[in-house]
């Protein structure tokens, strides 16, 4: 049987100590569970036109494939918190590899020109 536990962070939470302390919080409970699955859904670059939400992807992109503190305050993202969380528990988990499976935006999937949210599909292995 599966239990889910949700954790609701805003991003006016910039405390990246707390949001430090969680991530190896949970990296203590992946570590006591293997089987442990964890989804972070975090949006990137709001409110863009096609060549802005273009420029913010590509610093998106390389910020999360070298996820550390000091690349995220550079990026448009909503959930920086959960990025901050995500670098300390990659980090007591021993994880390196990044893999960007894929990546969208509103625009592509049908929305307007002017205000889009782009959206990357990364898993860490």
């Known amino acids: 049987s599966a ?38 859904s975090s949006d990137f ?6 060549e802005r939400t273009a420029r913010n992807d590509e610093k998106s992109e390389t910020c999360v494939k070298n996820l550390c503190a000091e690349n995220i305050v550079s990026i448009e993202c909503d959930n920086r ?17 990044v893999f960007v499976s894929g990546k969208s935006n509103s625009f592509l999937l049908g929305g307007p020109a002017e205000d889009i949210t782009s959206y ?6």
Not at 120 to 125: A, D, E, I, S
């Open 3 to 40: 239990k889910i536990t949700a954790v609701a962070l805003n991003d006016r939470l910039r405390n990246r100590a707390f949001c430090g302390n969680m991530g190896s919080a949970i990296a203590t409970l992946m570590k006591e569970n293997p089987s442990a699955f964890l989804l972070v």
């Open 45 to 50: 670059s709001h409110k863009g036109n096609v």
């Open 81 to 97: 918190a959960a990025l901050y969380m995500l670098v300390r528990l990659l980090s007591d988990l021993a994880i390196k590899e």
């Open 120 to 125: 990357f599909y990364v898993c860490f292995l």
